[in-house]
């Protein structure tokens, strides 16, 4: 497959896919969301590839935002009759089962903020700047912002962000919740390929399973999640990798996984 606006690698099982436009800050347009939907409908697919990292190619952005110049010459009616911004959800956060990590490697603003809040973490570099500025275009969040920035860092500092479109320093976005560690940009990729890698190392289907089983704490109530939860242990408990699991745990020696 030949994408123009990302690049695709494999590094043994972890797929690293690079938002590839740093002329325009990797500001995400319909060229990227295309490419993106292929890329991860791939990785999805390939059973050798078991986790992904997303990040931004140049020095300066993830991604600056949906594409604003794009945007510009679309009327209500073309965003409501496209439902515009609803694939990057339905398409590419629903069908990707397997985790994915953002590496924040700059600017993420705007889409590219929601865009890193749809992969399972986020990894940031000490450069890395989060927002949602919309307001500032007369608009407001259109792909996931308003709730995802949310549920991560509560009502307060999302409103606060939204209200006021300041940025937030990566120091404050790991303080807030919004990203699981922060590392000194040089070495952003190697953390998060290194992090993959471990995640990559796992037996494929418990993996999926805790996937789901964490982002149904945000879908139901706590009731329907801890029976979600035990129903998915129960399946768990009779793969082949649950047997080799424990038995490579008793025999002292590494796992040898099936992925069922
Ligand atoms: N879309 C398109 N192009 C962009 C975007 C973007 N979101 N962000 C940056 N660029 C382009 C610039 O236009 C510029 O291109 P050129 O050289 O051709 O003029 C190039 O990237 C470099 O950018 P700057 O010169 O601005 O770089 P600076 O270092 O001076 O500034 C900033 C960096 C602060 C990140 C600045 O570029 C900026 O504020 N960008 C926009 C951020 C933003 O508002 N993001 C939210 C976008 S809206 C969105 O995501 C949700 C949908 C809203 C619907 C809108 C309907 C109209």
Redesign the pocket.
């Known amino acids: 497959m030949t994408y123009q606006s990302i690049t695709v690698e494999q590094r043994d099982a972890v797929t690293l896919i690079t938002l590839n436009r740093p ?3 990797n ?1 995400l347009n319909s060229k990227v969301l295309e490419d993106l939907i292929a890329a991860f409908a791939a990785y999805q697919a390939d059973d050798g590839q078991l986790c992904a990292v997303l990040t931004g190619s140049g020095d ?2 993830f991604a ?6 794009e ?2 010459e679309k009327q209500a009616a073309d965003f409501y009759l496209d439902d515009f911004f609803a694939p990057w959800t339905s398409e590419i956060v629903k069908k990707t089962r397997k985790p994915w990590i953002a590496a924040v490697n700059g ?1 993420a ?4 903020c929601e865009l890193a809040m749809m992969a399972d973490f986020i990894i940031a570099s000490d450069k890395a700047k989060f927002g949602q ?2 307001i ?2 007369g ?1 407001a ?3 996931g912002g308003s709730q995802r920035l949310t549920r991560a860092v509560g009502k307060s500092k999302a409103m606060e962000m939204c209200l006021t479109g300041r940025m937030m320093d990566a120091e404050e976005a790991e303080r807030a919740n919004l990203v699981v560690r922060v590392v000194p940009h040089e070495t952003l990729l190697d953390e998060a390929l290194k992090t993959a890698k471990t995640i990559a190392s796992m037996p494929p289907m418990a993996s999926i399973a805790n996937k789901e089983m964490v982002n149904a704490a945000f879908e139901s109530t706590l009731d329907q999640g801890l029976v979600m939860e035990r129903r998915i242990f129960q399946i768990l408990a009779a793969s082949e990798d649950k047997a080799e699991g424990m038995s490579a745990f008793v025999e002292k020696r590494e796992g040898q996984w099936k992925g069922r």
């Open positions: 002329q325009a800050l500001a300066k952005a600056a935002g949906a594409d604003i110049k945007m510009s600017f603003l705007g889409g590219g500025p919309e500032k275009l608009v969040p259109g792909m």
